[in-house]
């Protein structure tokens, strides 16, 4: 059921770029014979052109892997808040625009996600195959409530209790079910968030600011690609509820949860939510996967249960 790993990459390329007078970096893994499209993947708000590396060794065989660190995240230029969302999406395209890639499989986890999409209905040519993990549509009741605690703590350099919120807010309680390596990786967020620099409190400050002041969805059109939305069957930041009324907003989307795994589902399953993202891209059947739960088409559900009134 995984996916066979029978070449390595060709070769890494940084490259820095500036969109609008702000200064990124982007991440090429190159691959000289691709079954597929580019795969670009766009991580959450604490993910950077580095978090996909253990993804690599399953992913790159297929394909030329691209990660980037937009303005005002990871080491790119700090962005003021009043850059919202439109910005970061048209900054994506920019970035493909100047490494020369015309078309990408789209892979968005958490705030990635949020990019991915305003850059798939702004740039709806630049798409292939949208795969969205740990996406909702809408902003979670239990981050806008944790926003102010968590900006607070920042800005008065309690790093630490910002630390346990911030493990709190992105891990599962442990009575919600098993998850996969939990203890391993709330450690690994805790020292994470422990060792953030002073420009990376600064920039997480902006994030919140950002989000909360911008929203983080549009009801634009979405090009009709195949697409998968999934995330862990214990998420409690995006439940399953809220990618179900995501994937029903996309044409033709598949939905579906990833067997003993939380909103972190890309860590603690990275075999396994490699082996999905490389099968989708491939069109290779992602139905029947012990790791997951039933295929749902939420759209067709929902149009189905319309018809029928």
């Known amino acids: 059921m995984r996916t066979a790993v029978t070449a390595a990459q060709d070769s890494v390329e940084e490259r820095r770029l500036a969109f609008q007078g702000f200064s990124y970096t982007c991440r090429i893994v190159h691959q000289s014979a691709p079954r597929t499209a580019p795969l670009l993947l766009l991580g959450g708000s604490s993910q950077d052109r580095y978090s996909w590396q253990s993804h690599e060794k399953w992913l790159a065989p297929l394909c030329t892997l691209i ?114 390596r939990h203890a391993a990786v709330a450690r690994l967020l805790q020292r994470q968030f422990m060792n953030q620099t002073p420009e990376e409190v600064r920039k997480a400050l902006e994030h919140n600011t950002r989000l909360v002041t911008h929203g983080c969805y549009e009801p634009l059109p979405v090009p009709e690609v195949p697409t998968l939305v999934f995330t862990g069957e214990h998420d409690t930041l995006c439940t399953p509820e809220m990618g179900r009324e995501l994937a029903a907003t996309m044409p033709g989307a598949r939905f579906t949860t990833v067997r003993e795994a939380d909103h972190l589902v890309t860590v603690e399953r990275r075999e396994e939510s490699a082996d999905l993202i490389a099968r989708f891209c491939t069109d290779r059947p992602v139905d029947g996967l012990p790791y997951c739960s039933a295929l749902e088409s939420p759209a067709a559900e929902l149009t189905g249960a319309s018809s029928a009134r």
């Open 67 to 180: 990660t980037v660190d937009l303005p005002g995240y990871g080491t790119s230029d700090f962005l003021p808040a009043r850059y919202g969302i439109d910005f970061l999406g048209d900054a994506v395209q920019h970035t493909l625009a100047e490494i020369g890639v015309p078309e990408v499989n789209l892979f968005g986890g958490c705030f990635g996600e949020v990019v991915g999409l305003r850059f798939a209905q702004r740039h709806p040519e630049s798409v292939r195959r949208i795969i969205f993990a740990g996406a909702a549509n809408r902003l979670p009741g239990i981050y806008t409530e944790a926003v102010p605690r968590l900006s607070q703590a920042l800005g008065r350099g309690d790093i630490e209790g910002a630390a346990e919120g911030l493990v709190r807010l992105f891990m599962s309680n442990p009575e919600a079910g098993r998850v996969r």
